[in-house]
């Protein structure tokens, strides 16, 4: 392995950094993006049970959901302002699904990077490599061909090594991306039908707003509708009792 990257010359001192922090990145972001660690099951349901058992849940408890799973901190952020209404909830949460995806973003897109660099820098080591096949044959190498097949290992070299750093990098980088779309669906998805049950359990703070009798906007409506009504009547009989 060590005559392939001596071979290849200096650019594959390069390529050997970037397969090394490929590496690194997908084997953090594998164990960063596991489903069940970023949305727990049953936390939804465990957060509304133990809502309409007690009616309430502490602030003390909802810190502690918040710092365990992303999935937590946006559902106990929107259940520490629900006192607050529906659209500051909505809002603070989603706030926090963007500072979510973002820390779930990170060095996704250094993968990316490399994937795309890596085959560049293999293509500019072929560049190289031929170039100094080129001088060997001005220098003479048809009488010692060894000079020549080394610009032409070092072209194949460096082409391979940049081949195989990308590929594997590139995988990985749509596969991360792929995750954290499902994951940010999910955190829709969760935080939709926990307002829908917080309203279907009439556990809003401000349920009692919403819970109000509306005002008939067609009483007064009505009521002058049975006046002039009233007054036809009485006309009708002073007009009857009027010879």
């Known amino acids: 392995m060590w005559e392939l990257?001596?071979?290849g010359g200096w650019l594959m001192t390069p390529i050997v950094l970037c397969s090394i922090l490929a590496l690194v990145i997908i084997i953090e972001r594998s164990h960063t993006l596991q489903f069940n660690k970023i949305v727990p099951s049953r936390l939804r349901e465990q957060l509304i049970t133990r809502l309409r058992?007690?009616?309430?849940?502490?602030?003390?408890q909802l810190m502690n959901v918040k710092e365990k799973t992303a999935l937590g901190d946006i559902l106990a952020t929107g259940l520490l302002y629900r006192q607050y209404g529906l659209e500051s909830m909505t809002m603070h949460m989603q706030n926090r699904a963007s500072v979510q995806i973002h820390q779930l973003e990170k060095n996704i897109n250094m993968l990316g990077t490399i994937g795309a660099i890596a085959p560049l820098l293999g293509l500019l080591g072929t560049v190289l490599g031929i170039i100094s096949s080129f001088l060997a044959i001005t220098d003479g190498a048809m009488q010692d061909p060894t000079m020549l097949a080394a610009g032409?290992?070092?072209a194949l070299i460096t082409t391979a090594a940049g081949m195989i750093v990308a590929i594997p990098a590139l995988v990985a980088y749509r596969y991360f991306q792929r995750r954290i779309i499902d994951i940010n669906a999910q955190f829709e998805t969760q935080a939709g039908l926990m307002i829908q049950e917080l309203y279907d359990y009439q556990l809003l703070e401000n349920n009692n707003a919403t819970g109000?009798?509306?005002p008939d906007r067609y009483g007064a409506v009505h009521e002058q509708l049975n006046n002039d009504?009233?007054?036809m009547l009485d006309q009708n009989k002073v007009t009857t009792v009027i010879p």
């Open 152 to 154: 032409v290992s070092q």
């Open 53 to 60: 058992e007690n009616g309430d849940i502490g602030r003390t």
């Open 212 to 214: 109000i009798k509306q």
């Open 5 to 7: 990257v001596k071979a």
């Open 229 to 231: 009504r009233s007054s």
